[in-house]
């Protein structure tokens, strides 16, 4: 195993709260239902297409939202903070000689000045998809332009869709339990590895 690609939101970076300020608001102008803290882990617990009936938003409304939400997302990267441990465990990842990469759906233009802003250097490539749903074309891209076996690549992520789009792929997924979504959303899908600090994804590594 050679490379170790990392979800962005949720997985390196505590953006939670910057993403619901961002999306309550919006809310009122496209008629989408606000995020109450309250609701957080009740919302954690929920697959995506519930999470989606519950805010009132449709695959139809992306183009629009997407947009203005990273927008407004972009305004706030001052805010925003590695989780604890993660820019250790990318230094040690990169000092044993492992390529580490990012791929999200955020836009690329938010993470790089993230990366710039918080002085993470060791990611080598940032690849983002406009699709929520689109990372295993992503990871079917990487593998093909870096010529590497599914078994060479390992996936750092924290929500169902990140655990749906690796085994699509063909490649095995460390879920990290400090992200988007709780284990009783994802306990089903059966993960390969779960990592509880960032420590133990140097361990499983």
């Known amino acids: 195993m050679k490379h170790v690609i990392f979800d962005f939101d949720g997985t390196l970076v505590d953006s939670l709260e910057v993403l619901i300020s961002s999306w309550n608001s919006l809310c009122k102008k496209h008629n989408l239902k606000e995020i109450k803290h309250h609701e957080i882990p009740v919302l954690k617990q929920l697959s995506l297409k519930q999470r989606m009936k519950h805010v009132n938003f449709s695959m139809f409304k992306l183009p629009i939202i997407a947009p203005k939400l990273y927008k407004l997302y972009q305004e706030s990267l001052h805010e925003l903070r590695l989780f604890d441990g993660m820019k250790s465990t990318l230094q040690q990842l990169d000092r044993k000689g492992y390529k580490t990469s990012i791929i999200s ?61 690796c085994k699509k792929s063909g490649i095995k997924i460390i879920w990290v339990g400090w992200g988007y979504d709780s284990i009783e959303a994802i306990e089903k899908l059966k993960p390969d590895f779960h990592a509880k600090t960032p420590d133990d994804i140097l361990t499983i590594i």
């Open 105 to 165: 759906s955020n836009s690329r233009d938010n993470i790089i000045r993230f990366l710039k802003r918080n002085e993470v250097t060791t990611i080598e490539r940032v690849l983002c998809s406009s699709s929520i749903l689109g990372k295993d074309k992503l990871i079917d891209k990487y593998l093909s332009e870096h010529k590497l076996h599914p078994s060479e690549v390992i996936y750092i992520g924290d929500e169902q869709r990140d655990i749906l789009a």
